[in-house]
């Protein structure tokens, strides 16, 4: 639950400390104290949207912190580890949010750098907000339908509905391009086809077109290759003078000198060596020469090869080397816009999303008749105590003539008064009704919520006398679950609360400030007969405001 609030600098909020409590809170102040600025702290802290205008004129920055206690909420625990966010206990949560003038802003959870989209991601585990205008909404048919989902439990069924739709239609939409563009595809097929079929003989890959040149060149010059070795042994070997024959005599006569003079033994043994590199030498030159042979034919038919890949290098302006990327590509090419074409295919594939999307589309109907039975039930129940016993609230499933992304119905809210016929809540239901059926689905939306505390942002407006009273015991009882926080004007929705604040606003160096104040005792039936009696106020308003306090709630003075 919410532990702790602290503002700084926010709007016409200089500096505020709250610590909230368990139970039914109330929040009641003149118009313009700043009480939705509470509501509006706490949706920036949980990922809303922020405005430049919103840092206090006379500061450069507002600071907004919040500390929830997460011990009873082992998912918000885990999800803390997954992103490595833990506080310094596994129970505390701390929400921190920072805007300056120029319209930016920092997130930080348990001191963390984080992104507003985290902050979002936790927040729907801690609070609900129920704004003031959410019956003016109720008359959207998409909201009725999301009000009915989330009710149900739908949501992951809901998005999987939403999805499938998604590919049905892309792939309805490949299916008709492909159509359109059939005949321009065939053309494109047919002018890759020939590409293939002129570049799949001739081109090559790059090593074999290297080994291709270098089988060429050895063969053109074979005849000089042949001759040239020849001449090697010639003069190495098989002359009247060689140099192997010539230097081998020479190395006997400086061998035999070198017990003479031992100084003659190193070039002795150079010469040794060079006569042995020379031997090795004349044997490879001999190998070398006897494996040469002119071959015309080869080189004719290596000749007619290169003369074949240089001609279509040249038709396709590309170099010799990239013949075979290009028949890569052209190759690829294809498989891609034969699958493209492939109309059967692709209607197979329309057919099978279809199937799909219909089971889960009717799955996701058949889970809304039971909610729309059991979500009417409850929120008729609930307008039988404010004051509207003879009215049936409906929620009606309207087939439409074409499925959508969110299923093959829309939902559509409807009453029925003295058991009239029941119509649209937009058409029959005057300003009063209206705010009694959206107070009674938050109701029973509330009922179900896991989160631990609930927040309703004057959503009793419209209301009043006996029927305020009981709104009052609704959020009341409501608080026994939940930690509960409302903004009212209605002095029997405020006599009802566990604690009682009051937010005012004063004048202090030329500012305006928002104070908050707990009340207790005397100053909280101050408070409620101000709020029936308006500036002026008589002992009888007093007598009134103790009447409509709950004196056992009524916190003592510290």
Not at 460 to 477: E, H, K, P
Request: with cysteine.
């Amino acid at each position: 639950m919410l532990l702790s609030l602290s503002i700084r600098d926010f709007v016409i909020v200089d500096r505020l400390e709250l610590s909230f409590s368990e139970g039914f809170t109330v929040l009641t102040g003149e118009t313009g104290a700043g009480k939705s600025l509470l509501i509006d702290a706490l949706s920036l802290l949980l990922g809303g949207r922020f405005e430049a205008g919103m840092v206090r004129s006379s500061k450069d920055r507002a600071d907004l912190q919040a500390e929830f206690d997460v011990s009873g909420l082992p998912d918000v625990q885990q999800w803390l580890s997954d992103n490595q966010l833990e506080g310094d206990t596994p129970s505390q949560l701390i929400l921190r949010r920072t805007l300056d003038k120029q319209g930016k802003s920092r997130a930080f959870i348990n001191g963390t750098v984080c992104t507003l989209q985290q902050l979002k991601e936790v927040g729907e585990w801690l609070v609900d907000i129920h704004g003031q205008h959410a019956h003016q909404s109720l008359l959207r048919l998409d909201v009725q339908r999301q009000l009915v989902d989330a009710y149900g439990g739908h949501t992951d069924l809901v998005k999987k509905v939403h999805s499938l739709y998604q590919s049905w239609k892309q792939l309805e939409k490949n299916l008709h391009d492909a159509e359109a563009n059939q005949s321009r595809q065939e053309e494109i097929l047919a002018q890759l086809d020939w590409q293939i079929s002129e570049l799949k003989p001739v081109a090559i890959p790059p090593d074999a077109w290297l080994q291709l040149q270098q089988d060429h060149a050895r063969l053109s010059h074979a005849s000089t290759l042949e001759s040239t070795a020849n001449d090697g042994l010639e003069l190495l070997q098989d002359a009247n003078h060689a140099a192997i024959p010539l230097l081998s005599h020479y190395l006997d006569r400086i061998k035999d000198l070198v017990s003479v003079d031992p100084a003659l033994a190193e070039p002795a043994e150079l010469i040794e060596s060079a006569v042995i590199q020379l031997q090795e030498a004349s044997y490879s030159l001999r190998h070398y020469a006897g494996r040469q042979e002119l071959d015309p034919a080869a080189l004719q038919k290596l000749d007619q090869q290169l003369g074949d890949i240089y001609t279509l290098a040249r038709k396709f302006r590309v170099s010799p080397d990239a013949l075979y990327a290009t028949l890569q590509t052209a190759q690829e090419n294809r498989l891609k816009i034969a699958a493209q074409v492939d109309i059967e295919a692709l209607a197979a594939e329309v057919t099978q999303a279809k199937t799909m999307y219909l089971q889960a589309a009717r799955q996701l109907t058949d889970k809304r008749l039971k909610t729309a039975e059991g979500l009417s039930n409850v929120v008729t129940a609930s307008l039988g105590e404010l004051a509207m016993a003879n009215t049936r609230f409906e929620v009606h499933l309207l087939p439409l003539d074409t499925p959508g992304s969110a299923g093959l119905e829309q939902i559509e809210y409807r009453i029925s008064h003295h058991g009239a016929q029941a119509q649209s809540l937009a058409k029959i239901a005057s300003g009063g009704e209206l705010s009694r059926v959206s107070l009674a689905i938050q109701v029973a939306m509330s009922s179900i919520a896991s989160v631990p505390t609930l927040i309703f942002d004057e959503v009793d407006v419209g209301i009043g006398g006996r029927v305020a009273d009981i709104v009052g015991r609704l959020l009341r009882n409501l608080g026994q679950k939940h930690q509960v926080l409302s903004i009212t004007h209605l002095p029997q929705v405020a006599a009802k609360g566990h604690t009682h604040w009051q937010v005012s606003k004063a004048f202090e160096e030329d500012a305006i400030v928002s104070r908050i104040h707990a009340l207790c005792d005397n100053s909280r039936i101050e408070e409620i007969a101000r709020m029936l009696g308006g500036a002026t106020i008589t002992e009888t308003t007093r007598q009134h405001a103790r009447e409509l306090l709950l004196v056992e709630d009524t916190p003592a003075c510290s």
